[in-house]
Nanobody
Framework: QVQLVLSGGGLVQPGGSLRLSCAAS????????MAWYRQVPNNPRELLGH???????SYKDPAKGRSTISMDSVANVGFLQMNNMKPEETAIYYC?????????????WGQGTLVTVSS
């Protein structure tokens, strides 16, 4: 059984930085890629960016130019850092990963973490 556990979040000051981690654990597996999302209440879930297990990253507009997505493939942990956060970016943030186990490749989601951008 593979799990993704999301850590970080909470209160972020306007103009401050957000740093989240997403750790995979369980039986034998490998992470193929990981993506980061957020969801503002009453809005659809929004993709922020993505990283492959080879370290290739891509970012969507809300995150471009002020974000870094990284992954430690040995420790099976992914990271999202976003700088210059704004109050309207208060949302639940999620990680998602395509993970291969002996049973095949499935997409897993972290539990989500609330990020509140406020002074």
């Amino acid at each position: 059984q593979v799990q993704l556990v999301l850590s970080g979040g909470g209160l972020v000051q306007p103009g401050g930085s957000l740093r989240l981690s997403c750790a995979a654990s369980g039986s034998t597996f490998s992470i193929n890629d990981m993506a980061w999302y957020r969801q503002v209440p009453n809005n659809p879930r929004e993709l922020l960016g993505h990283i492959t297990n080879g370290g290739i990253t891509s970012y969507k507009d809300p995150a471009k130019g002020r974000s870094t997505i990284s992954m430690d493939s040995v420790a099976n942990v992914g990271f999202l850092q976003m700088n210059n956060m704004k109050p309207e970016e208060t949302a639940i943030y999620y990680c998602s990963a395509a993970i291969t186990t002996t049973r095949g490749t499935l997409n897993y989601w972290g539990q989500g973490t609330l990020v509140t951008v406020s002074s």
